[in-house]
């Protein structure tokens, strides 16, 4: 199993920025890359970016390109979001998931996180 861990989220106003973390541990080498999904109050949880451990080829969603960036500290086995800009509609709880290839991630993560929420104020 992968044990997913995020910490981050929080209150805002819009124009501000947060940065998200996620922790990795336990069977972390069964997994080679991470992301971020977000799901607002009666919307279906969409995904957000995604990063490979090995390299940078990073993908996000068309809603957070130019103001979301995903990056990684393999040191740490840690997955960072920053967002910059934030908008009342990033408004959502963000899930860090796990996976085996960026497309098995997109689609079908086997390993999540239990969430943190971010509130962005108008």
């Known amino acids: 199993q992968v044990q997913l861990v995020e910490s981050g989220g929080g209150l805002v106003q819009a124009g501000d920025s947060l940065r998200l973390s996620c922790a990795a541990s336990g069977r972390t080498f069964a997994t080679n890359s991470m992301g971020w999904f977000r799901q607002a109050p009666g919307k279906e949880r969409e995904f957000v970016a995604g990063?490979?451990?090995?390299?940078?080829?990073?993908v996000y969603a068309d809603s957070v390109k130019g103001r979301f960036t995903i990056s990684r500290d393999g040191t740490k086995n840690t997955v960072y979001l920053q967002m910059n800009n934030l908008k009342p509609e990033d408004t959502a709880v963000y899930y860090c998931?796990?996976?085996?290839?960026?497309?098995?991630?997109?689609?079908?993560?086997?390993?999540w996180g239990q969430g943190t929420q971010v509130t962005v104020s108008s």
């Open positions: 998931a796990a996976g085996q290839g960026i497309l098995i991630l997109r689609t079908s993560p086997p390993y």
């Open positions: 990063i490979p451990w090995r390299t940078t080829n990073t």
